[in-house]
């Protein structure tokens, strides 16, 4: 449930600023709102310094730890060594492009022997001309000097030294070049002591490595002072008072009043509903299961707002239904959701956040319930149960449940606007949509999976002695409902309107909501192909080769299925079922201001 706001407003002495936001801090429950937020600022120093720490985190954290043998602490302070890790990484970045331009200069140069340059040097300066020239082998003769002989031949194109005491004249066909600046033994020497200065860096990366939780510590103290600023910078004061306004929630006042008075410090502070036109911060106090859907929210980046319903329960729940329908395997739901449940404890004590480790387990446990009702493992069937999903009669019925559900979900939506309604006439109307949509589901049956389910589409009722089918009253009565009571008034013309207008804006979208949840059926049905195709053809492969291809094929086809709860479990929520409640996620979350750990 979205748990009941009051707005704070606190006043004190301006000299006890720093002391009143550090109880509030500790306190940890008041989400702090800028009084000008154009006046929230950082000191630069802070922000340069969260920069430089955290590139430090990211280089540090992808070097390997250190043997027992040779772990040597790199001693100093935080702000040293992330200084001194920075100087490492840059250093490396410029020895490994070094060593690229190293290497590919000594395969340049490799295939030129041992020239001796020196005494190539010793020669020119002597007034012999030398001039090396590339080209074509057959070429060779043409060139007119004392001396020609061949330096090197690769793929038919040869290098040619031509020495005389006179011009040398190469032929056009032939490509005057410069004799490499060293030899290639020097480049080599270069070589191996780029990389031996590159394994000196490394090495002392992984000693600065043995720091790493004091340099992390530096970063969240630095993240600790920044959001300090943050609020004290949007704090209203003046030369003797401050004022500070925010939220606290209706059942964490208490906690803020008694820290504040353990403090022993003089302010005013005053809590106040929220007004009509206010947006309060959203939190969200749901138990255990409910909860469960927070990582997915903070994924997507979802708040309902403060004054909408809080839909989580049934978001989740939805979402294992169609996680189910989705992924239609029980060995994928079963080979995530068992590692999983079994190492909660190990993982959750490795910092995984355990409301995500829940709600993977509960996913994928709806997928597994699911394959093994249909009796699909790994796109094979275990056992004859009698049902088969590909069959006529199997396709008939998952499409039926399909929009079975899709109007129960959406009917839902519209009894929980019914229940935030006022009681008045226009209750009526959105009774009207309830019946209207059910009404649509008995054609789309009708029209889409071609026979009647739940509702007897065809079956003849008679009403005061006229006969029709049940879709058809069901039509009849929800229009009627829908046409005069959706703005009741005694304007007969404007009430007519307004319902004429209600069904034109909404009538397509009542089809097209319900029949969007048949992705269901065709997504699992997919992936279920998919399967069968990857074991058909391990089939035709030797053991040896099946193993690999049947890991792949069916890993690639997991992470289709995770693909599809994101897409489509998630899309029949956020869409379908949040355009008829009317839910609009533009919440703010609730962000107290506390101290980071």
Not at 94 to 115: F, H, Q, R, S
Not at 127 to 136: E, H, M, P, Q, R
Not at 223 to 240: H, I, P, W, Y
């Amino acid at each position: 449930m979205i748990s009941k706001m009051k707005k704070l407003l606190l006043g004190g002495k301006a000299s006890e600023k720093e002391k009143v936001l550090e109880v509030l801090r500790e306190a940890g429950v008041v989400h702090v709102d800028a009084a000008v937020p154009e006046k929230v600022s950082v000191p630069a120093s802070i922000n340069e310094e969260l920069h430089k720490c955290n590139r430090a985190i990211i280089e540090l954290s992808q070097i390997e730890c250190l043997s027992d043998e040779d772990k040597i602490e790199t001693p100093g302070k935080a702000k040293r060594l992330i200084e001194e890790t920075l100087e490492h990484v840059t250093a490396l970045s410029k020895l490994k492009d070094k060593l690229i331009a190293l290497k590919k200069e000594y395969e340049e140069t490799e295939v030129w022997g041992p020239l001796g340059l020196k005494d190539l040097y010793f020669l020119k300066n002597s007034g012999l001309n030398i001039v090396f020239s590339k080209g074509s082998k057959e070429h060779k003769d043409e060139i007119k000097s004392e001396f020609v002989d061949t330096v090197y031949c690769k793929d038919g194109i040869c290098v040619f030294i031509a020495a005389s005491r006179n011009e040398i004249e190469i032929p056009k066909q032939l490509t005057v070049i410069e004799a490499p600046r060293r030899e290639s033994a020097q480049i080599a020497d270069e070589i191996k002591a780029t990389e031996n200065t590159i394994c000196d860096h490394k090495h002392a990366l992984q000693c600065l490595k043995l720091r790493f939780s004091d340099i992390q510590a530096h970063y969240t103290k630095l993240l600790n002072q920044k959001r300090f600023a943050e609020v004290e910078s949007g704090v209203m004061t003046d030369e003797e008072v401050f004022v500070l306004t925010g939220w606290c929630p209706e059942k964490k006042v208490s906690t803020l009043s008694e820290a504040l008075e353990t403090a022993q410090l003089r302010v005013a502070t005053h809590f106040d509903d929220a007004a009509e036109d206010e947006n309060p911060p959203t939190y969200l106090d749901n138990p255990v299961y409910s909860s469960s859907i927070n990582p997915l929210y903070d994924f997507m980046g979802l708040t309902p707002s403060y004054n909408e319903p809080d839909a989580s329960f049934l978001f989740l729940s939805t979402l294992i239904i169609f996680s189910g329908f989705l992924v239609a395997d029980a060995g994928y739901g079963a080979i995530i959701a068992l590692p999983l449940l079994f190492g909660y404890k190990k993982l959750k004590e490795r910092g995984v956040d355990e409301k995500f480790l829940r709600l993977a387990i509960f996913l994928f446990g709806g997928a597994t319930v699911y394959g093994g009702i249909t009796n699909s493992w790994f796109g094979a069937s275990l056992f004859n149960t009698g049902f088969n999903p590909e069959s006529p009669d199997g396709s008939f019925l998952l499409q039926a449940l399909c929009f079975l559900m899709g109007v129960i979900h959406l009917t839902i939506a519209h009894i929980i606007k019914l229940k935030r309604k006022k009681i008045n006439l226009s209750v009526v109307g959105e009774i009207g949509w309830i019946i209207f949509l059910w009404a649509m589901y008995g054609m789309i049956c009708k029209l889409v999976a071609g026979r009647d389910f739940i509702l007897p589409g065809t079956q003849e009722f008679t009403i005061l002695g006229s006969t029709s089918s049940l879709t058809v009253w069901l039509f009849k009565i929800s229009l009627t409902m829908i046409l005069f009571f959706t703005a009741p008034s005694f304007n007969v013309f404007k009430m007519v309107g307004a319902g004429v207008g209600s069904i034109l804006t909404n009538a397509s979208a009542a089809f097209s909501d319900i029949l969007s949840y048949i992705r269901l059926w065709a997504v699992g049905l997919a992936g279920s192909k998919v399967a069968v195709a990857f074991n058909d053809i391990g089939a035709m492969l030797p053991i040896y080769a099946q193993i690999p291809v049947l890991i792949a094929g069916h890993g690639l086809n997991i992470i289709l299925c995770v693909i599809a709860i994101l897409a489509h479990g998630v899309r029949l929520n956020l869409l379908e079922f949040s355009n008829h409640l009317e839910l609009d996620w533009a919440g703010r979350e609730y962000d107290p201001f506390k101290k980071i750990n």
